[in-house]
Structure formats: structure tokens, C-alpha cells
């Protein structure tokens, strides 16, 4: 099997080249992050027309997740426990940056971790409170069930090591590279998970669309897969798909691919 998580950054501009590349990549199940339309506005005939089932949560122009599968698309859950609001006009909202459902026996999230904007900010703390709780929750369904077989996929917005970063002097007092921020995803591997990426998949997966960051290969490695130890023993190879970044109107994010035996 093949999964695959992308930033899509805006899925109703960019939902026939995301079918295209999943037809010819031969992708069973994609995460989506960054889809940026209500669950109505999702372009959802596209998929179905080419044998995906999707499940999605959106919140208009900005955040919103989604899984497309082919090998079924089972106990969908939105969020998670614990999750974190942010207020949004005085109101405390419950953003769409998680989602998870079951394909083919494995439990697929596709997460939409907060960018943290700066240090300084509101947000940087609501950043690390999201992930604080997320790593909370699985840590109690690893505990549960030590077999579980899961993929959490997505864009972290985090950079794990400096080697992830084309320069890391250009990251100082920025977010992304910060130590409480890596705190916050090592907690994950602490827990018993894995970026299954590594060794297979070396490089970035996100270069911004400003200063001809991606023909300089100026970029972060920031969209990867935790996966469960079960699981983990299934993955026979990964590689990030450059070439889908290449297109025109791309994505400034490239996909991951994962392969699963």
C-alpha cells in the first residue's frame, strides 16, 4: 500500500492536480493539510470520481484537514481529546487541524499543527499546548493498546533537528527551530513512535514561494509521519516527491510518500 501526507494549501484551486498526482503515484491514502474551504465547498465529486473516499473538517479560507482513501475510510474522529481552543473574535474556537480515520486496519491522522507566528506570540503557546495535548492523547492509546497500528501524518511546523533548515542562523528568534518546540515532538518519539521517513526520505518538504526559495533549494523539513512501533515495521521505504513541487501552481509543500507492506 501507499500513503501519502501533502499541505495541499488550498484544495479547491489545486483538486485536480491533487487527484492527477494521486492516480498516477498510485496513492491509497492521502492527508491533506491546509485545505482552506467549509466541509460544503470541498471539492468532493473529484475524488469520488476516481475511487477516493474522503473525510474532512474545514473552517473557511484558513486551516482544514481531510483523508482521501481508496481502502476504506472507517471511525472517522474529528480532533481529538484535550484539544486546545484559540480564540477567534473574542470566542474560543475548536480549529480544524486534526482528523483520523481507519484505512485498511491502520489509523491515519492527518494534523494540521499550529504555526506559532513568533515566539512572542499567543499563538507560539497555543502551539505548544496543542501539541502537548495531542501527545497526551496518544501516549494513553499507545498505553491501551501497545499493537495499534497508526500514522501520524501531517505538517508539523516543526523543524526537529538544524539539518532541517536550509540555514539556521536565517531561524534565530523565529518559530519552527525553537527548543520548546522540539521538546514538544520529541514528547512523540519519547512515547514510543517514529518518523517513519527516516532513513529513506532525506531533504525538505516546504519552500517558500518568496526569494526563489525552491530553485535555491532554500527550505524546512517540517511535513512528516510518526508512526507507531507496529506499524513502523510495515514501512518498506519513503521518499518526498520534489517533482510535484515543480509544477506550476504547486503547493509550496511536496508530499510524502510512504510505502506500507
Known amino acids: 500500500m501507499r500513503f501519502a501526507t501533502w499541505n495541499v494549501n488550498s484544495i479547491r484551486a489545486r483538486s485536480e492536480a491533487v487527484v492527477e498526482w494521486m492516480e498516477n503515484t498510485d496513492v491509497d491514502v492521502l492527508a491533506m493539510q491546509e485545505t482552506k474551504c467549509h466541509d460544503d465547498a470541498f471539492p468532493l465529486m473529484s475524488f469520488l470520481a476516481s475511487g477516493y473516499d474522503v473525510a474532512h473538517v474545514g473552517q473557511g479560507a ?48 492527518s494534523l494540521y499543527v499550529p504555526n506559532g507566528r513568533t515566539p ?54 523565529r518559530t519552527h527551530v525553537t527548543p520548546p518546540e522540539r521538546a514538544a515532538v520529541q514528547r512523540f518519539l519519547d512515547v514510543g513512535l517514529v518518523d517513519s521517513a527516516l532513513p529513506y526520505a532525506s531533504g525538505y518538504t516546504f519552500w517558500d514561494y518568496t526569494q526563489l526559495r525552491f530553485p535555491r533549494n532554500e527550505g524546512m523539513r517540517i511535513d ?17 516527491d520534489r517533482d510535484a513541487r515543480k509544477r506550476k501552481g504547486a503547493s509550496d509543500h511536496a508530499p510524502v510518500v510512504f510505502e506500507i507492506g
Request: aromatic share 10%.
Open 120 to 173: 512572542e506570540d499567543p499563538h507560539y503557546e497555543y502551539k505548544l499546548r496543542w501539541l502537548d495535548a495531542l501527545a497526551d492523547h496518544i501516549a494513553l492509546r499507545l498505553a491501551h493498546d501497545p499493537a495499534a497500528e497508526m500514522m501520524l501524518a501531517g505538517d508539523w511546523n516543526v523543524a526537529q533537528t538544524d539539518d532541517d533548515v536550509w540555514d539556521r542562523e536565517c531561524f534565530d528568534g
Open 224 to 240: 512528516y509521519a510518526f508512526c507507531s512501533p507496529a506499524l513502523d515495521t510495515r514501512v518498506l521505504g519513503a521518499h518526498i
Open 62 to 109: 484558513y486551516n482544514g484537514v481531510a483523508i482521501a482513501s481508496r481502502i476504506g475510510l472507517d471511525a472517522v474522529e474529528i480532533a481529538f481529546d484535550g484539544v486546545p481552543t484559540y480564540p477567534v473574535d473574542n470566542q474560543p474556537i475548536r480549529e480544524a487541524r486534526a482528523i483520523s480515520a481507519v484505512c485498511a486496519g491502520i489509523r491515519v491522522w
